[in-house]
C-alpha cells in the first residue's frame, strides 16, 4: 500500500482512538447507564391496585457508576430523591465489582489515548519496529478493546445478576418494598461498546494497511532459516 493511503490509515485511527477515550471519559461522569422503572409492590398490594391504578405505583430510576435518581411512587405523587455509590451504597453493592469497572474505564481512557498518539506519530512520523510499530499498535487496540468486553460483562452482571436496581430501589426503605419493573441500558453502555467496536476496526485497520500480525511468520522466513541450519 502506499505510504499515503498508509499515513491516511493511522489519522483516521488515531482520530478514533481519540473521540473514544473523550466518549469514555464523558460516559463515566454521567448516570445515564441504566434507565429503568420499579414498583411499589406494598403500596399496590395494599390497594390491590390493576390495570391503569398500577401506574400511581411506578417510579422511575436511572444512575451511573457514580450517582443516580429514582422517583418514588407510592401512590401520593412522586418524590425524586438522589443518591450517590461513594460511600452511601458500597454497603448493599457488590462493591469489588462496581470498582473494577470504573478501573478498567480509566484502563480504556488511557490506552486509548495512548494508542491515539502512535497511530498519529506512526502516520507522520518514522515508525520503529519496536512498540511505536505495528506490534504496538495491535497491543494498545487490544488492550482497549479487551478492557472495553470487560466493562460491559461486569456492570452487566452486576446488574442484571445482582438485581442492583432493586438493591437501590429498596436502600432505606423499611415500610415499602420495590421490585424491578422494566430496566435497559442507556446511553454511556452502549457508548463503551461502540468503543470497543471502534478498537477493533482499528486493528483491521492496521492489516489493511499492510503490516502483518504480530505473531504470524512468513514461510519465507522458516525456509531461509531452515536452509541456514541445513548448511551447518
Known amino acids: 500500500m502506499p505510504a499515503q493511503q498508509k499515513k491516511l490509515l493511522f489519522c483516521i485511527a488515531g482520530v478514533l482512538s481519540f473521540a473514544c477515550a473523550l466518549g469514555t471519559a464523558a460516559a463515566v461522569g454521567t448516570q445515564l447507564w441504566v ?31 457514580f450517582r443516580g435518581q429514582r422517583v418514588r411512587q407510592c401512590g401520593l405523587g412522586g418524590r425524586p430523591l ?60 487490544f488492550i482497549s478493546c479487551s478492557c472495553g468486553c470487560l466493562i460491559m460483562i461486569l456492570f452487566s452482571s452486576e446488574v442484571k445478576i445482582h438485581h442492583l436496581s432493586e438493591k437501590i430501589a429498596n436502600f432505606k426503605e423499611g415500610t415499602f418494598t420495590f421490585k424491578t419493573h422494566s430496566e435497559q441500558f442507556a446511553n ?45
Open 35 to 65: 434507565r429503568g422503572s420499579i414498583l411499589c409492590t406494598t403500596g399496590a398490594l395494599l390497594v390491590n391496585a390493576s390495570g391503569p391504578e398500577l401506574h400511581k405505583f411506578i417510579g422511575e430510576i436511572q444512575y451511573g457508576l
Open 82 to 141: 438522589q443518591f450517590s455509590f461513594f460511600p452511601d451504597l458500597l454497603r448493599i453493592i457488590p462493591a469489588s465489582i462496581h470498582v473494577s469497572v470504573i478501573l478498567f474505564c480509566t484502563v480504556l481512557i488511557v490506552f486509548a489515548l495512548v494508542g491515539a498518539g502512535f497511530f498519529l506519530f506512526n502516520a507522520f512520523g518514522s515508525p520503529y519496529e519496536t512498540l511505536h510499530g505495528p506490534v504496538g499498535l495491535y497491543l494498545w487496540s
Open 188 to 232: 454511556s453502555f452502549w457508548t463503551i461498546l461502540v468503543c470497543s467496536l471502534v478498537h477493533f476496526l482499528n486493528a483491521l485497520l492496521i492489516r489493511f494497511a499492510g503490516f502483518e500480525f504480530p505473531f504470524s511468520k512468513s514461510k519465507d522466513s522458516g525456509t531461509i532459516t531452515g536452509a541456514v541450519d541445513l548448511m551447518y
